[in-house]
């Protein structure tokens, strides 16, 4: 399983963006679809999550903010990110898993190469 990611850029506090990722190659069984992110000098975080079925899982900072929607035929993941703050700034990663995954970055098999997303103030 390949993951790109697209969509990342600069934004000024407020604006939004929108994260792609488009998964190819043996996708049998994948479930839990996913976006990290991680700032520098720090770990990477889960964002939100995305079940085959459509039940997503956010973490309390995106809540309201983000959405995560997902097309099965297209094999793609979105991130709509909206009311974007400096705090928001970091490298997102995409990333699928086998079966069930928790918010635990182990839990997910496959990983794209991360995009940036810089909010300047």
């Known amino acids: 399983v390949q993951l790109q990611a697209s969509g990342g850029g600069s934004v000024l506090a407020g604006g939004s963006l929108r994260l792609s990722c488009a998964a190819s190659g043996s996708i049998f069984r994948i479930n839990h679809m996913a976006w990290y992110r991680q700032a520098p000098g720090k770990q990477r975080d889960l964002v939100a999550s995305i079940t085959m079925g459509g039940s997503t899982f956010y973490v309390d900072s995106v809540k309201g903010r983000f959405t995560i929607s997902r097309d099965n035929a297209e094999k793609t993941v979105d991130l709509r990110m909206d009311s974007l703050t400096p705090e928001d700034t970091a490298d997102h990663y995409c990333?699928?898993?086998?079966?069930?995954?928790?918010?635990?970055?182990?839990?997910?098999?496959?990983w794209g190469p991360g995009t940036q997303v810089t909010v300047s103030s």
């Open positions: 990333a699928a898993a086998k079966g069930w995954a928790t918010p635990d970055a182990e839990s997910y098999t496959y």
